[in-house]
């Protein structure tokens, strides 16, 4: 079988193909790759400290990613029950709540002060850099993978807390032949993130759904 990347080019799966791990498999051509790419740009390794800012398709497969590269704690930002569940069952082991300043201070309460090892930056607001930034500790990398879409990194505090910026459009193919064999194996399942199936020609309503978040990733079946 052969997957499509997010540029339409496929990709051949060498390997069983079933209606059990289909959806993880096409996670890997955007969002898993996507979140991988976040995990790796931050360089998170074993027993680090990890935070994750987005609990979209992209923030959750960043929490899987970060558990995969043997991250000790992982504490993802979310607002949303539902996703709150799939965080904790990718690996999060906190959870926090809030957004802003608060959302700072109970991320600084959770690591005594320091900061997080590694930051994953999934969203591409200002206040999400802001935040990523805020909850870094000092010579850390905030790996950047949401679309930038108004703000600035804080240079100032970049440059003064020696905290690194690392990401961007993720290469999803140079990931896939490490990634492809974990979906086959059953070692990981990211697609969980699919919480809504619509036919083809419903494309319209599953971005409505996505939009008013109603759906965390659709699903389309032909």
């Not at 991320?107 to 930034?133: I, K, N, P, R």
């Not at 003064?160 to 032949?177: F, Q, S």
């Amino acid at each position: 079988m052969r997957v499509p990347l997010a540029d339409g080019t496929l990709v051949p799966v060498r390997g069983e193909v079933t209606d059990d791990n289909l959806a993880s498999l096409l996670t890997l051509s955007d969002v898993m790759g996507t979140g991988w790419h976040a995990a790796v740009s931050a360089g998170v390794s074993d027993g680090m400290t990890v935070a994750v800012v987005g609990d979209g398709a992209v923030g959750l497969c960043g929490v899987l990613a970060a558990r995969e590269l043997g991250a000790a704690r992982i504490v993802a930002l979310s607002r949303h029950e539902a996703r709150q569940q799939i965080a904790t069952h990718f690996g999060a082991t906190d959870i926090v709540a809030e957004r802003g300043d608060e959302a700072t201070e109970r991320l600084l309460d959770l690591t005594d002060g320091v900061g997080a090892d590694a930051v994953l930056e999934c969203v591409g607001t200002a206040q999400s850099m802001e935040t990523a930034f805020a909850i870094a500790r000092p010579g850390s990398i905030v790996g950047f993978v949401g679309v930038p879409h108004g703000g600035e990194p804080p240079v100032e505090r970049m440059f003064r807390k020696n905290i690194g910026l690392r990401g961007g459009m993720a290469p999803v193919r140079r990931y896939l032949p490490h990634l492809v064999p974990q979906v086959l194996d059953g070692r990981i399942e990211p697609g969980l993130v699919f919480d809504s199936v619509l036919p083809l020609d419903e494309v319209a309503e599953g971005y409505r759904q996505m939009d008013e978040r109603r759906a965390i990733k659709v699903l389309l079946r032909p």
